[in-house]
């Protein structure tokens, strides 16, 4: 299972990718606004995760199920607000709110790790919820 555990801020969305418990990378996305087409993260909840090629990301994953939504994927990017319409992005590290560094890297990585487990016809469970601070 694939989890990503989220911190909310104004400007921007972060958060931390687990692959079976295992701390994977970071994420960045667009800020929660209530779901807007291509101006907003995505609701917390369940989805279905495969892998999916294109000459433009070249293997990158989608998500699927995404309510009111299509086209949501997690891609190589370093800036959210620059680079995102809605989809995720996989970093190496935070380097200010909505960015980080070495995105591809770090989508390499995933996919790796994901290798063996999900292929271009299967797909495995991606859950997003909040992350508690305490």
């Not at 087409?37 to 000459?55: D, F, M, T, W």
């Not at 293997?59 to 959210?80: F, Y």
Request: charged share 25%.
């Amino acid at each position: 299972m694939v989890v990503l555990q989220r911190t909310y801020y104004s400007q921007g969305t972060h958060g931390v990718l687990l692959v079976n418990g295992e701390e994977i990378c970071y994420t960045i996305e667009l800020p929660w606004l209530q779901n807007k087409r291509q101006v907003s993260c995505i609701p917390e909840g369940s989805y279905k995760l495969r892998k999916r090629y294109n000459q433009k990301f070249k293997w990158h994953l989608v998500l699927e199920t995404v309510k009111g939504r299509d086209g949501i994927l997690i891609h190589p990017a370093n800036d959210a607000k620059k680079e995102l319409l809605g989809c995720i992005a996989p970093v190496l590290y935070h380097t200010g709110i909505g960015k980080g560094v070495y995105s591809r890297r770090s989508l390499d990585l995933l996919l790796m790790k994901l290798n063996g487990v999900l292929t271009t016809k299967e797909w495995v469970p991606f859950v997003i919820e909040r992350k508690i601070i305490v």
